[in-house]
């Protein structure tokens, strides 16, 4: 098992953290102008809102071994991924605002994040982006140019056809991509054992003629390995492979999910094994961090969040006149 340096170490939790304060900001954010009565429609961040507090380690243990020119697809719960890519992080809140300096002008919004400066995309349709990712890699292979894809989904998108198709193909023609499955349990309110035929989906990978791998328990040195491997195999021609994670979702599917589908308990559960606290203390105990760190580390984070918050609410809201611009109509 390849275990990250110091230096991986250290850029993992910090990532993590610049993801979390930002999720805890929007989530503030969020409900503005949505109280008393909840209207979607209302207030700074109009629209669905899909939060990925408790899925940093999946985020971070695989972008820990990409640059810019890898390309990254990832889902309708983008923004942990996005961050662990290096998206643009001011563009990214405004283009979440619907403003005009947004990743796309704010004609996107939080679940459709493009930054072609390092190859990241992401999708608010169900393994929409394993196909892209395969195409992206199939590029590369086709005009020997160097890079992998990788693409996120969440486990209730390996029921869908474009997991199969594209596995199947990537595997025929053994393309440097990684299909990595978020593993929440949940389908917005659907069980997983309530969805899947099988009780694993890294088991999907043999009938493709791929390795696939799982990785328990959302453990952030443990994927980092995991990815280590599938991402070495793919920049070296050994083509594609599955990296399953057990992860959490701690929030709701959505903002202003009840979550009464959930068993007693369960929130709670997951809460006590939040895997950024989890992460700070096996750094603490390895010697890698101080307290003194970790509290500069947690500033800086918080620091780059608020930065890119107030670049957002200042920014603009594209004129009216110019709203079916760079849109399919
Ligand atoms: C093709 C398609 N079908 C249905 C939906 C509606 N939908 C949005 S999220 C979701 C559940 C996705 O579950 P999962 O893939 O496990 O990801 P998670 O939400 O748990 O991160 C569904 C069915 C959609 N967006 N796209």
Redo the contacts with the bound molecule.
């Keep these: 098992m390849t275990l990250p340096s110091n230096a991986q170490r250290l850029w993992m939790f910090e990532q993590m953290l610049v993801s979390r304060y930002l999720e805890e900001c929007i989530e503030r954010i969020y409900m503005e102008g949505k109280t008393p009565v909840f209207n979607m429609a209302k207030g700074p961040i109009p629209g669905e809102m899909?939060l990925?507090n408790g899925?940093e380690p999946c985020a971070v243990g695989i972008c820990a071994h990409l640059s810019a020119e890898d390309v990254v697809t990832a889902?309708?719960?983008p923004h942990h991924i996005a961050v662990a890519k290096g998206v643009h992080l001011n563009e990214m809140l405004a283009e979440i605002f619907g403003k005009q300096s947004g990743l796309s002008g704010g004609r996107g919004g939080h679940m459709h994040l493009f930054d072609a400066r390092v190859n990241f995309c992401c999708s608010?349709?169900?393994?929409?982006g394993m196909g892209p990712a395969v195409g992206a890699a199939l590029s590369r292979q086709l005009q020997g140019k160097p890079g992998v894809a990788v693409a996120f989904?969440?486990?209730?998108?390996?029921n869908?056809g474009?997991f199969h198709e594209t596995l199947n193909l990537a595997a025929l023609w053994q393309l440097p991509v990684v299909f990595v499955i978020?593993?929440?349990?949940?389908?917005?309110s659907?069980a997983?054992q309530a969805s899947t035929a099988i009780e694993r989906n890294y088991l999907r990978a043999a009938a493709y003629g791929m390795p696939g791998v799982f990785v328990a328990d959302n453990d952030t040195d443990a994927i980092f390995a995991a990815a280590f491997e599938a991402i070495e195999r793919a920049r070296n021609g050994g083509g594609p492979s599955l990296i399953e994670i057990e992860t959490s979702?701690l929030a709701g599917?959505?903002m202003g999910d009840g979550e009464q589908y959930r068993p007693a308990g369960e929130k709670a559960a997951l809460q006590a094994k939040d895997p950024i606290p989890a992460y700070r203390q096996r750094l603490l105990d390895l010697g890698v961090l101080d307290e003194q760190q970790a509290e500069a580390i947690a500033a800086r984070a918080r620091g780059r969040v608020d930065e890119a918050v107030l670049f957002a609410r200042e920014s603009a809201y594209p004129a009216p006149e110019e709203a079916l611009e760079m849109v399919f109509v």
Aim: glycine letters at 12%; a neutral charge.
């Design positions: 899909h990925s899925q889902t309708h719960r608010g349709i169900i393994a929409q989904i969440g486990e209730g998108a390996a869908q474009a978020e593993d929440n349990a949940w389908g917005i659907v997983k979702r599917h959505f």
